[in-house]
């Protein structure tokens, strides 16, 4: 068995003592590296009041190569797809080794405050939003409250 | 400071940073594995992390980008300020692991000698572990084998038994048969001869009766014939006369035919043997003879199934291979022995084989299961080479060398097989210790333990396969790092085997006794085998540079304390043939022998009065040893001479000799310190012999010839003799004192007066012979003085007696050696003595003065009248008086005042003769004279006398162990209200209390970092509400714990910043409750309130003024000077309360005044502050002041007053520090006023005006030392001579 860097023990204790409101990650039991996260919707966003899923598996060259982030939860989301993929530069190129769990989570908290359609990922949801902007609104609204706030 | 925190760490690691590196962006990352986890191999470049700016990598690579140098120190800043340990691994550089080629923290791995990191490494050690149990396993179950072969022994013992009652019985049955047989014979021959006899008796009595009546017959009738026949008186008819001629005519005819018979009666009966009986006898006498069923199948058989069993069923586990080659050699005889073949299984067969001249038999028989054996190992090998690791143990064992960890000399060791008893292992013991939880023996240790199981097989496979394989093989395990541990750990074993077999071969017999019994000795034997390792280990190295003199005093200690378990030890070789107790050869016998050689040449370079004394006190030993039974073995050895002179005292004259001692201390003042404490040296040891004595010098020679005249048995007044002749030209009389001495306390006056002339000029010499008698007098007279005494206990008794002597030759001193006035003795006697005894305190010695007067008076007489003789012979008698005598007596030649050395003796002040003549007048008993003296003196003697007091033993405590009552390392010690001794016991983690006649109170805490536990724990002190205040040395802080033992609070954490600590070592506490810590890391004392809030500190890193490098112990004395032990600056420096640096004591030497490695001996935190230098000679330092305080440890406890004392330990760290003064070694502690054996040593050598040893002699002595590591251990204290004395003394008694 491979024990667990350090580092990944430490973002971990850290998440757990000091966590980041509306942002919560739990490391699964059986598996250090997999986190059960939570996200707040964003305050002024449509996805306002919605708790959303995610799952985060850290890789194992963590932190050499980004964690692996995705929405369980569903959303609507122009950078976000049916599969809860993420389109989010910091989980592909941009990422660095500087960049802990928690960053990464309040990236994908401002991303959902802040869609870009213009780099889309469910490139339905994203003609949408640059069509009709505020249908994609409630639409997304409408998902947050069906899918992110029943529990 | 949490964003200083964050400044400090790598924002990839999100650790502190480790050797950061810069970027050209400015931000910094930790060089590995960070700075090397952003590295863009194909491009060569980095991106940083934060901004991510792309750069270029150097050349070098990353390590080539600058170093963050303000980072570091900041990081060193923080670290400072935090007091944070730095990062273990801060210092490292990480390393490829030699196994898994990953990148880490590399560690040195013993299983197979690679660097590896720890996950690796921590694989590699459960691989040991399980390699262990399983070898475990496979000894148990092989271990039958040897149960089995143990049983077979035993069932073959018995049936030797029984057989050989057979034969006996059968031998007694052929025995009386032949004496039946015999017998009837014999009765029937004589019987036979009765009969025949009888028969003749009665036929030759017939015939004798008929023959008289033929006789009587013939006779009348030739009287008739001749009366009446031939004349004619009577009428005879014809027919008559003729019936008479025919009557004649027959009775003629019948004498003359009668002869024919005669042979007949002349038969005689004749015995003859059917065979020549020197035939029978012959036959008889060898009627029978044994046939020893030798080694023939049966029996040999038998005999050789331990082994075969063994190999057998190593076989399996490749232990067998092992076995293979033994028996190859043992076929071949080859002078090589195999590693564990040197085993005594072997070897026994090889005696065999020699000694009974076996045939070739069991050759045959053994080549079958070598065959056997070679077939296991071959298989064994094929394992081993699947197995991995283990197949490189044949590579090249020979080249490295692995230090076993666990394998001591000193161990014992299984005799047949040289495996050492892992639970004797002191690191085994300590580790389990450590972990607290009973873990399996090797548990603990898998790493250590491990050439244990394995040394059994890797030598003969690596033996084997280094045979068998070719070149090839080799050179590829060497690649594979073969050469390993594995081979390595067989090697000591193979030597140690080898080192027993040679023994055996050399002297079969006796190897017996030599070779340690395979598990624990008996209980004794064991504590003192344990006791020596540890010693031995811990001590030579320590001795280093500590004088002569020192450290056997400590040895005299040593084992006088240590009675039992000493004695055998310390008789050297000697001692181990007398020794019953059949303990182990330990080291320490090992070391005596050493020691006995190397101290003639140690003393040989003595070129100093001093170091002359102490040689001569060693060198004296020999001479009193002579007439101990112990040592009647032929050389006589100063170890021996010791150990009998100890033994002797403790038996009959420890009382006497404590008492003569403390007088000799306590009467000296100033000056006379050194010679009171060579006087005490002598009278108690006997040891010291006048040899070295400064004035003749004739040190080496006659130390080398003493052990040889002293050899053949010679009596105690040869060795006397002897001793006093070589000093006979320094003393006229000294010689003529020897010859009268009878007893023993003749003997040790003897000594004393050896050691006398040394003190003083040659004139005073002669009046040894005085002071010899009069301690023989006392001797002899203790019914008279005991009739006064009667309240009196012998032991008393025995002090007055010594006192009576010392004041005698006081008295002596003061008027003419010549008439020794009794009067005098017995007036200043009693003062004296209580002086003495009491510590001179005015009052404690009047309350006392009754008793002890009386005593010396008493005893003042005798000695006096034994004195007078003596003195008159000239050549009588040497004693105490004699000895005393003579050294006051040139003393009062001397133009110093006699003031002064009365003071010193703690006699009063009499300056003028008249006094003296007044008291000679004064009736001798008179007790009432005494008081005045004593308060007349009491200031100003006490002081000296009451130093002097100090260095007897007034009792040991404890011994090695975890029980109650016994120490592990103990390192502190501390006495409180109620008169309390508080031990810190530091390996076993608890504090023990015992009273102050060292009887176990109670013991509190327990291993741990929870409050009131503790980790090693190193100094405590009790403050004056009986407080408890512990020095929680790896825990870093202190607790405070309330008379009970109960937590009350602890303070302190790792750091440096204030109230931080790194390893607090001494703790004491003042009048006021301030509590002060030696932080020993930090080097500086930190003071606390009693309830921890920091007050000040003192004292930085350095060598200068003030400046403290790893303060060790700590007190204060009652005149607020603080004193410390600034070890490794091998000094003492002594501060103000508030820290200010106001002297400085000694420096780094083994002189006079110097020390090296100073320890306070926090033992005795006692009332008056001592402070010693253990191995060195006490300095009196002009600028200390000293409490009122006197030795007694617990008797003044709670006064508030506190006596400490310095020694100075060992220069090797492995001594145990603090304690030494309790004999830590041993791990006993001495208590107050117990026994005498610890006298002496607490007793150094105040020798004050003289000129320092040589460095020679320092080097010479550093050697003894090292030999005599364990012995100095035990050293005393020395107590630190106060000069001023302020505080009242209390009694000891």
């Keep these: 068995m491979v024990s667990l860097p350090r580092r990944i023990i430490k973002e971990t204790q850290r998440l757990l003592q000091e966590p980041v409101p509306g942002i919560s990650a739990v490391p699964d039991d059986s598996n250090a590296r997999y986190f059960h996260v939570i996200v707040t919707g964003p305050d002024d966003s449509p996805f306002e009041g919605g708790l959303f899923k995610l799952e985060l598996f850290l890789p194992e060259d963590y932190p050499m190569s ?43 908290q401002a991303l959902l405050s802040a869609p870009n359609p213009d780099d889309p990922l469910a490139n339905d949801v994203a003609e949408l939003w640059k069509v009709d902007e505020a249908e994609a609104i409630r639409n997304a609204k409408e998902w947050t409250r069906r899918y992110a706030m029943d529990n | 400071m949490e964003q200083f925190e964050q400044l400090l760490t790598c924002a990839i690691c999100l650790d502190r940073y480790r050797n950061p590196k810069l970027l050209p962006c400015q931000h910094s990352f930790c060089m590995e594995p960070c700075m090397d986890g952003l590295v863009d191999y194909v491009r060569r470049q980095v991106k940083c992390p934060e901004c991510r700016a792309e750069h270029r990598i150097p050349y070098q690579g990353v390590q080539g980008y600058p170093t963050n140098v303000t980072l570091q120190r900041f990081l060193e800043l923080h670290i400072e300020i935090t007091g944070e340990m730095p990062d273990p691994t801060s210092g490292q550089i990480m390393k490829r692991c030699a196994v898994c080629t990953e990148k880490s923290y590399c560690v040195h791995c013993s299983h197979c000698s690679k660097d590896v990191c720890p996950m690796c490494k921590a694989a590699h050690m459960d691989i040991l572990r399980r390699e262990i149990a399983r070898i475990n396993n496979q000894v148990r179950r092989a271990l039958h084998r040897l149960e089995d072969m143990f049983a077979l022994v035993e069932k073959n013992m018995a049936a030797l038994q029984h057989n050989c ?103 005689r009966v004749r015995f003859t043997m059917a065979t020549d009986p020197n035939q029978l006898v012959l036959h008889v006498s060898t009627y029978g003879d044994l046939n020893i069923a030798m080694p023939h199948q049966l029996t040999g058989q038998q005999q050789l199934a ?208 030599e070779s340690p019994p395979p598990q624990s000795p008996s209980a004794q034997g ?35 304390s240590s009675t039992a378990s000493d004695t055998p030890s310390t008789g050297g070789e000697s001692a181990r043939k007398v020794s019953t107790t059949g303990a182990a050869f330990t080291t320490e016998q090992l070391k005596q022998k050493f020691q006995n050689k190397i101290e003639p040449k140690i003393e040989v370079p003595a070129p100093k ?84 004595s400064p004035t003749t010098r004739t040190p080496t020679s006659y130390q080398q010839d003493t052990p040889t005249a002293a050899a053949p048995w010679r009596t105690r007044t040869a060795a006397n003799n002897t001793s006093t002749e070589d000093e006979a030209p320094a003393s006229t009389r000294y010689g003529s004192t020897s010859s009268g001495f009878t007893s023993r306390f003749l003997n040790k006056s003897k000594s004393a007066a050896a050691v006398s002339p040394d003190e003083e000029d040659p004139g005073t010499t002669r009046r040894f012979g005085s002071s010899a008698s009069s301690t023989s007098n006392t001797a002899s007279q203790p019914a008279g003085s005991k009739s006064r005494y009667a309240a009196l206990k012998d032991r008393k008794a025995r002090l007055a007696r010594s006192k009576s002597s010392h004041s005698l030759a006081d008295d002596d001193d003061d008027e003419e050696p010549m008439t020794p006035s009794a009067y005098l003795a017995s007036r200043y006697g009693p003062g004296t003595s209580l002086a003495k005894s009491r510590s001179s305190h005015a009052i404690k010695s009047r309350e006392t003065s009754p008793e002890p007067s009386a005593a010396s008076s008493s005893s003042g007489l005798a000695s006096s009248s034994s004195t007078a003789p003596g003195e008159k012979d000239g050549a009588a008698l040497s004693s105490w008086a004699r000895y005393l005598k003579n050294k006051y007596g040139s003393r009062n030649k001397d133009t110093m005042s006699s003031n002064s050395r009365r003071l010193s003796l703690g006699l009063p002040l009499r300056s003028d003769p008249e006094e003296e003549t007044k008291n000679t007048q004064g009736s001798p008993t008179s007790p009432t004279q005494h008081p005045p003296f004593h308060q007349g003196f009491g200031v100003d003697t006490s002081t000296r006398s009451k130093y002097l007091n100090k260095r007897r033993q007034v009792f040991s405590l404890g011994s090695r162990g975890s029980e109650t009552g016994c120490f592990t390392w103990p390192r502190g010690v501390a006495t409180g209200p109620g008169d309390i001794i508080a031990v810190a016991d530091s390996s076993n983690h608890r504090v023990q209390v015992f009273d102050s006649n060292g009887i176990f109170q109670k013991e509190f805490g327990g291993y741990g970092n929870g409050e009131g536990e503790f980790d090693c724990l190193a100094g405590v002190a009790v403050n004056r509400i009986g407080q408890f205040i512990i020095a929680d040395r790896y825990n870093h802080r202190i607790q405070v714990m309330d008379p009970s033992g109960r937590f009350l609070r602890a303070f302190g954490s790792q750091g440096t910043a204030d109230g931080k600590f790194n390893y607090p070592w001494g703790v004491t506490t003042d009048a006021l409750g301030f509590i002060y810590v030696c932080d020993k890391e930090n080097h500086r004392v930190q003071v606390f309130q009693s309830d921890g809030t920091f007050v000040g500190k003192f004292g930085s890193h350095g060598r200068g003024v003030g400046q403290l490098d790893h303060p060790h112990y700590i007190a204060v004395s009652n005149t607020n000077r603080v004193l410390v032990s600034d070890s490794n600056n091998h000094r003492v420096q002594v501060f103000d309360v508030n820290g200010r640096h106001i002297s400085t004591i000694g420096s780094e030497g083994c002189e006079d005044g110097q020390f090296k490695f100073p320890r306070f001996r926090r033992s005795f935190s006692l ?23 006197s030795g007694r440890p617990g008797v003044y406890s709670g006064r508030g007053q506190r006596e400490q004392s310095v020694t100075d330990l060992q220069p090797r760290r492995s001594i145990s520090e603090g304690v030494r003064l309790m004999g830590l070694r041993r791990g006993r502690v001495q208590g107050p006023r117990r026994s005498s054996s610890y006298l002496d040593q607490l007793y150094p050598r105040v020798r004050p005006r003289e000129p320092p040893c040589s460095s020679i002699l320092r080097d010479a002595q550093s050697k003894l030392d090292r030999v005599t590591a364990r012995k100095s251990e035990m050293e005393a204290t020395i107590p630190l001579y106060r000069r001023q004395f302020s505080g009242p003394l209390f009694l000891p008694y």
């Design chain 2, 306 to 513: 331990p082994g075969p069993g063994l190999m057998r069923s190593k076989s399996d586990h490749r232990l067998a291979a092992q076995y293979r080659q033994p028996d190859e050699r043992y076929g071949e005889d080859s002078g090589r022995v195999s590693p564990l073949a040197g085993r005594k299984f072997g070897q026994r067969y090889q005696r065999r084989d020699r000694d009974y001249d076996y045939e070739d038999e069991p050759r045959p028989q053994r080549s079958r299961t070598r065959s056997r054996f070679l077939h296991g190992g071959e298989n064994t090998d094929s394992d081993n080479d699947t197995s991995g690791p283990r197949v490189r143990f044949g590579a090249d064992q020979p080249k490295d060398q692995r230090p076993t960890a666990l394998d001591t000399e000193a161990l014992s060791k299984g005799p047949l097989s040289g495996i050492s008893r892992l639970y004797d292992c002191p690191q085994v013991i300590a580790r389990i210790t450590e972990v607290k939880k009973p873990k399996p023996v090797e548990e603990p240790q898998p790493q250590v333990q491990q050439p244990k199981p394995q040394p059994k097989r890797t030598p003969s496979l690596a033996q084997r396969q280094v045979s068998e394989e070719d070149e090839i093989t080799k050179i590829k395990r060497q690649m594979k790092n073969a050469p390993g541990e594995r081979g390595t750990p067989d090697r000591p074993g193979q030597e140690r085997v080898s080192a027993l077999r040679r023994e055996e071969v050399h002297s079969p017999p006796s190897s017996a006794p």
């Design chain 2, 165 to 267: 009652n057979s034969v006996t019985e059968e031998v007694d049955e052929i025995y009386r048969r032949l004496i039946k047989a015999a017998k009837d014979r014999t009765d029937f021959l004589k019987t036979e001869i009765d009969r025949y006899l009888g028969v003749e008796i009665k036929n030759l009595t017939t015939l004798k009766d008929n023959l008289q009546q033929e006789i009587s017959n013939i006779q009348s009738n030739c009287d008739l014939a001749d009366r009446h026949m031939g004349t004619e008186d009577v009428e005879w008819e014809d027919v008559e006369l003729l019936d008479t001629k025919d009557i004649f005519l027959k009775t003629v005819d019948f004498i003359r035919n009668f002869e024919a018979e005669m042979g007949d009666y002349t038969r």
């Design chain 2, 1167 to 1189: 009332p008056a502050g001592d402070v010693a230098s253990s191995s060195n000679v006490p300095l009196i330092p002009p600028t200390l002041e000293s409490g009122s305080g």
């Design chain 2, 609 to 692: 009065p001093f170091v002359s004394r102490f040689l001569r006190g060693g060198v004296g030993r020999p001479l009193t040893t002579t007439t101990t039974p112990a040592p009647v073995s032929a050389t006589k050895e100063e170890e021996e001479e010791e150990s009998s002179s100890s033994e002797e005292t403790d038996s009959s004259e420890e009382s006497s000799e404590e008492q003569a001692v403390a007088t000799g201390d306590k009467s000296d003042i100033g000056p006379l310190l050194a010679r009171s404490a060579q006087a005490r040296k002598s009278s108690r040891d006997e040891t010291y012999s006048p040899t070295r």
């Design chain 2, 526 to 560: 064991g504590s003192s085998s344990e006791s020596s390792d540890e010693s031995s280990q811990q001590q030579s190295p320590a001795a280093g540079s500590r004088k002569t003199s020192v450290t056997r005093q400590p040895q005299q200690l040593s084992r006088r």
């Design chain 1, 66 to 108: 980004a964690p692996k982030v995705r929405f369980v939860t569903k959303i609507y989301h122009p950078n976000i797809d049916r599969l809860g993929r993420i389109c989010l530069d910091i989980l592909k190129d941009k990422w660095s080794p500087a960049l802990q769990i928690r960053t990464v989570l309040l990236s994908i």
